[in-house]
């Protein structure tokens, strides 16, 4: 049977100001420049995307967001029984028992709802298609414990925005998913234990949306939901395997989604390709009205296709060093393949970076600490990584806290300049194979490394500066395990990186390599 065809880029769900009340801290103006970009795409609306062949032929959990539409369409699958054999799995495959940590209330009601609408001819965008939430992300009725001891069992209200956003397209919220301890914890989590990645049980995922990336890579379910303030949907797709996306900053509402940094949180897909995470972008994206520090729309215009004329900055300096040779190797190659095919490699320098990460952290931890100023009498309930970066919020003044948020805006605008004759900037990803659960160290060219050094190196900045930033595969290192590449663009700029991520995606197979599967 040939494989039939699906169009990447569905109309977008018009924002709605109508989504639950829930903590969301405290939450600045955007910036003037964020401000501007904002209004210059309020209006703009998904152009219409490439046409991709998909298989439909695979089991269930082989399938990914594109795959499941496509299977629906032709009636080779329904979302009911999708859900049916995803249990199956999860509850047969050791990731489901430490990705997962519940199943969301109401999904089979959805289900058949998604089912009796396919058979009606009555599709939304993402019919049918289940997804994780990271356990700091409200779904109605689901217990969110934020991964930490001082939640409690609390039981969220009502849906995130991001959630009702999804389920108005059809998908299916379907299980909460596991994180480090309020999205910035140990990997050795005090409520729930680690998550191992499944590509070996001796590493971690990364975080800290870990449960998000090893229940995509252990394929347990086709699309989930992750944040990222300092890396944590990047690290863990590219720990794991996967893609996800770091939107520009306030893209994504965060109503409903417990608050590391105010400053620095961003929410994201996370999938198994960028052609997936295409299909989901135009229907979270917007202004909902509660976060006022969200703006404007998925630039579906700047969709390219292919590498044709594009222009690719290639940094050098903090970017390449710390990483192992094996990163550094797949992210030459990976420019090679862009480069035969049309594009333009350019070197470009983005200044100094090594400050802007620590300015990064500091934002990071002296909001962590003000947030938390409530349970601080309780601090032994808290896990170790998460007690010691409270200690160092606690220890930085005032002074270099408004310092770190003074340089913001001309950090970012310094790095816009410099990407200014350029398309998109590509960085190696992560600079090791997944880093071991027993020393929590990463081994760069055969020595071992904290965690810390190697996994904000090339995320963070861009958290801080608020660009879009894509993590995918580009290969295996030299311990047979996933290695990847990060494409960042100007703010903005989500459609395009997805779209460059895509057309690598349909030069290589990165994306398709799969752990070792203990069931089939």
Not at 50 to 56: L, T
Not at 94 to 119: T, Y
Not at 171 to 184: D, G, K, L, N
């Amino acid at each position: 049977m040939s494989a039939p065809v699906v169009e990447l880029r569905p109309t977008a769900v018009a924002p709605s100001s109508s989504f639950p009340e829930a903590a969301s801290g405290l939450a600045p103006e955007p910036l003037w420049f964020e401000r501007r970009m904002a209004a210059e795409v309020a209006e703009v609306r998904p152009s219409p995307s490439p046409a991709v062949a998909v298989d439909v032929t695979g089991e269930p959990h082989q399938l990914g967001v594109a795959g499941l539409l496509a299977a629906y369409e032709t009636g080779n699958l329904d979302p009911v029984g999708v859900l049916a054999a995803l249990r199956a799995r999860i509850a047969r495959y050791r990731s489901g028992l430490d990705a997962i940590l519940a199943p969301i209330p109401g999904a089979d009601a959805l289900a058949e709802e998604s089912a009796l609408r396919i058979r009606e001819r009555r599709m939304r965008p993402l019919e049918g298609i289940p997804f994780g939430v990271k356990d700091i992300i409200d779904a109605a009725g689901a217990r969110v414990t934020c991964g930490s001891l001082q939640t409690g069992d609390r039981v969220a209200p009502a849906d995130s925005a991001v959630v009702a956003r999804l389920k108005a397209a059809g998908a299916i919220p379907f299980v909460m998913t596991a994180t480090t301890e309020f999205a910035c914890g140990s990997a050795l989590n005090a409520r729930y234990g680690p998550v191992r990645n499944p590509w070996d049980s001796e590493r971690w995922t990364g975080g800290s949306s870990t449960g998000s990336g090893a229940g995509l890579a252990a394929r347990l379910f086709p699309l989930a939901l992750g944040t990222d303030t300092g890396g944590s949907i990047r690290v863990p797709s590219a720990w794991c395997g996967t893609t996800g996306l770091k939107p520009t900053r306030g893209l994504v509402p965060r109503t409903g989604v417990a608050p590391l940094s105010w400053t620095l949180d961003h929410i994201g897909p996370m999938g198994r390709s960028a052609a997936d995470l295409a299909l989901v972008m135009p229907q979270i994206a917007g202004a909902d009205g509660e976060d006022f520090t969200s703006a404007g729309a998925y630039d579906g215009s700047r969709w390219r296709n292919g590498f044709a004329g594009l222009r690719i900055g290639v940094p050098g300096g903090w970017f390449v060093e710390m990483q192992d040779a094996s990163v550094l190797a797949a992210w030459r190659a990976a420019l090679g393949v862009m480069e035969e095919a049309g594009a333009t490699l350019v070197p470009v320098d983005l200044g100094e970076i090594g400050s802007v990460v620590e300015d990064g952290y500091t934002i990071l931890f002296c909001e962590l600490a003000t947030l938390q100023e409530p349970s601080l009498g309780s601090m032994e309930l808290y896990d170790a990584g998460t007690r010691g970066r409270l200690e160092q919020g606690l220890a930085r003044s005032a002074t270099q806290y408004l310092r770190a948020l003074r340089l913001r805006p001309v950090v970012q605008s310094r790095i816009l300049a410099a990407m200014a004759d350029v398309d998109v900037v590509v960085t190696p990803g992560l600079g090791s194979e997944a880093g071991f659960l027993d020393d929590l160290a990463a081994s760069v060219d055969g020595k071992r490394q904290p965690f810390h050094n190697v996994i904000p190196r090339n995320t963070m900045v861009f958290d801080y500066t608020g660009q879009p930033a894509l993590m995918l595969p580009s290969g295996l290192g030299a311990n047979g395990l996933p290695v990847a590449i990060q494409i960042v663009g100007k703010l903005y700029d989500d459609a395009l990186c997805l779209s460059v991520g895509a057309a690598f995606q349909q030069l290589t197979d990165h994306h398709r390599n799969a752990p070792p599967d203990p069931i089939d």
